[in-house]
């Protein structure tokens, strides 16, 4: 039985993520598949075609709507059907190689995935949540590391490993919920899922490990199973997608995902911002805050959030904050401002809270919203630009080679 409050989670469990078995089965999961793909699969386990639409609703039902992790819990369908689908399929969460909780409250995770290659330990990615009085945030990864080599944040010194299907995108927002006790109890008569008043994952952010728009069709599909209302229901403005600014993709988000667009900027001119965020050289900030103007369905009511991460004498400056005006000047905005949060290596010092302040006023009275995020799980590594795997990338020739084995 669920019981709507946060499971105790040990500060580790797992001494090294390379000792830990890999225990999943090598079935494929129904998690992550839409109804067409629910349908083929029933389909391929002889359901009729007469049934199918009743079969495909009540498998959703149980999966994304009340969170069922066995198919005997499936009271709606047949014991027969029930064992067929056993036999052929999994509804398996990552696996959780270590789980801590922070003094504050946030608690992390790192996930390992299944591995493609018999022998080796799957990729592994870490996933965020941050509880707050009246509403809990999710932090998700779309891809196990990241390409574009962010000088401010850990994610970067790795290498990308490979993009996260949108099973093991939909697959992370579900163990959350079973962690956090955030299902329906199964035993209740409604069966639509917890009403918003109830909810521990109030808000899902594609900012943890990973560039979303790298991961555009397996992001898409993603957010399409979790804001479908029949299920999960977390709508579309309850999604952010954060971005270094990959501009191509940008109006394809607005109009194909619909979410809610968060871009890490953190400079104000190009110098700058080619140092700290490469993907700069690319595509410049003339040419993002064009794609910002013309992201569909910006408005007051849907506004871009500009990440800023503050950093010691780089880019804090009083001067720094009237260009951030200016730049930003008629795109309904709000400028999240992000205290530097150190990790071994890094080459940066967090700004003074004093000068962040300073800072903030400035954009405040210029008419942006600008909040100073409160760094949270800072103990545990788990503050923004804090996230980091041990994964490492297998080459195609290492990949041939294993699997010849």
């Given at each position: 039985m669920n019981t709507h409050e946060p499971t105790s989670a040990p500060s580790i469990s797992g001494e090294n993520g390379d000792k830990l078995p890999d225990t999943g089965t090598l079935k494929p999961t129904l998690i992550g598949l839409d109804h067409d793909q629910l349908g083929a699969a029933l389909a391929?386990?002889?359901?009729?075609?007469?049934?199918?639409?009743?079969?495909?609703?009540q498998l959703w039902n149980g999966l994304y709507a009340r969170g069922l992790t066995k198919f005997d819990d499936l009271h709606t369908i047949s014991k027969d059907l029930r064992r067929k689908l056993a036999e052929h399929y999994t509804i398996e969460r990552p696996q959780i190689v270590t789980e801590q909780l922070s003094n504050d409250g946030t608690?992390?995770?790192?996930?390992?995935?299944?591995?493609?290659?018999?022998?080796?330990?799957?990729?592994?990615?870490?996933?965020?949540?941050?509880?707050?009085?009246?509403?809990?945030?999710?932090?998700?990864?779309?891809?196990?590391?990241?390409?574009?080599?962010c000088r401010f944040c850990h994610t970067g010194t790795m290498p990308l490993v490979r993009n996260l299907t949108a099973q093991e995108i939909v697959g992370q927002v579900m163990l959350a919920r079973d962690r956090l006790g955030d299902w329906p109890l199964l035993e209740a008569d409604d069966k639509s899922g917890l009403p918003d008043s109830r909810r521990m994952i109030t808000r899902l952010v594609l900012m943890g490990m990973g560039e979303?728009?790298?991961?555009?069709?397996?992001?898409?599909?993603?957010?399409?199973?979790?804001?479908?209302?029949?299920?999960?229901?977390?709508?579309?403005?309850?999604?952010?997608?954060?971005t270094a600014g990959v501009v191509p993709q940008m109006q394809r988000a607005g109009a194909e995902i619909g979410c809610m667009l968060a871009v890490s900027l953190h400079a104000t001119n190009d110098k700058l911002r080619d140092e700290l965020v490469p993907i700069n050289r690319k595509y410049p900030l003339q040419e993002l805050m064009q794609a910002c103007r013309d992201y569909p369905g910006l408005s007051n009511a849907r506004r871009i959030t500009f990440e800023y991460v503050m950093l010691d004498g780089i880019n804090d400056s009083i001067e720094d904050a009237k260009t951030l005006v200016q730049l930003l000047k008629g795109i309904p905005a709000k400028i999240n401002l992000i205290p530097f949060n150190p990790w071994p290596g890094s080459p940066y010092q967090c700004s003074d809270w004093a000068q962040i302040e300073r800072f903030a006023d400035l954009i405040n009275e210029a008419g942006y919203a600008s909040p100073i995020r409160r760094p949270r799980g800072r103990d545990i590594m788990a503050a923004c630009g804090q996230l980091k795997s041990a994964s490492e990338r297998v080459s195609n020739r290492e990949r041939k080679a294993l699997l010849e084995e």
């Open positions: 391929s386990i002889d359901v009729k075609d007469k049934q199918l639409r009743m079969r495909i609703n608690r992390k995770w790192l996930l390992r995935f299944k591995s493609d290659i018999p022998g080796k330990p799957g990729p592994e990615a870490e996933m965020v949540y941050i509880p707050e009085e009246t509403r809990g945030t999710l932090c998700i990864s779309s891809q196990v590391g990241c390409t574009l080599n979303p728009l790298y991961n555009f069709d397996h992001v898409k599909k993603a957010a399409s199973i979790l804001s479908d209302d029949a299920g999960i229901n977390l709508s579309h403005r309850r999604i952010t997608l954060s």
